[in-house]
């Protein structure tokens, strides 16, 4: 079973461009999510899908994180401007069916650095 | 809202010693309980889960008991390996938000031959 993709791997930019990351799921997996995960710190949700529908991006700095998953399977995280502190890994997880219990499966990660 | 704390790392270990780290969370209701392991260069994957109360979760020697009344997850292995060395992440799923994890900081491990 193919595992979770995400690409690319590695992302420098400077401050106020704009970038995006790509995710595919496991295929059959409803639920996906996207993590921040800063340097030293655990990972923390910004948006979760189900299907193509989002659950909860109330952790997702709206004016300038953007994310879809328009056919319900792949997905992009979009941040336009960048800023420093966005430097991070952005970490795709997919879930079977998206309740508590179920056990969450990792891509590798997007390391973004801002200049 | 819900929290996960557990001790800071790094934890420093000879192979063969006892490995405990702590993890206590603050949740409403009846969280799912996670450990998490990321070895060096490799992404977050699942070590074990417990998702009741008293329930024991384990996998490649490593343990943990759902501790409703400390609201604790402590991992344990009784003889760690230079193998086991990765970063360690306790986190929580809790019905009243969705399916989403909340994670703790991460307990770095460092086993030495």
């Known amino acids: 079973e193919a595992g979770v993709a995400q690409s690319p791997r590695y992302k420098i930019i400077e401050k106020r461009q704009s970038v995006a990351f790509w995710c595919n799921p496991i295929?059959?997996?409803?639920?996906l999510y996207w993590y921040q995960q800063i340097l030293g710190q655990g990972p923390k949700l910004l948006i979760q899908f189900q299907n193509n529908g989002v659950v909860d991006d109330s952790q997702l700095p709206k004016d300038r994180f953007s994310a879809e998953r328009l056919k319900g399977v792949d997905s992009t995280l979009k941040i336009q401007p960048a800023k420093l502190e966005d430097s991070a890994v952005y970490l795709c997880a997919s879930s079977f069916r998206g309740q508590g219990s179920d056990e969450q499966y990792f891509g590798p990660g997007t390391r973004l650095t801002v200049t | 809202g819900n929290s996960v704390t557990q001790m800071e790392g790094p934890v420093t270990l000879s192979e063969e010693a006892f490995l405990t780290i702590n993890c206590t969370y603050t949740a409403t209701g009846y969280p799912s309980l996670f450990w998490y392991v990321q070895y060096p260069g490799e992404g977050l994957q699942l070590l074990l889960k417990a998702t009741k109360a008293d329930d024991k979760g384990s996998n490649k020697g490593f343990e943990a008991t759902y501790r409703k009344e400390t609201t604790s997850f402590h991992l344990e292995k009784g003889s760690v390996q230079v193998s086991d060395s990765a970063v360690y992440f306790c986190a929580l799923s809790a019905n009243n938000a969705g399916n989403m994890l909340t994670f703790g900081g991460g307990t770095r491990l460092m086993v030495k031959p």
């Open positions: 295929s059959g997996h409803a639920t």
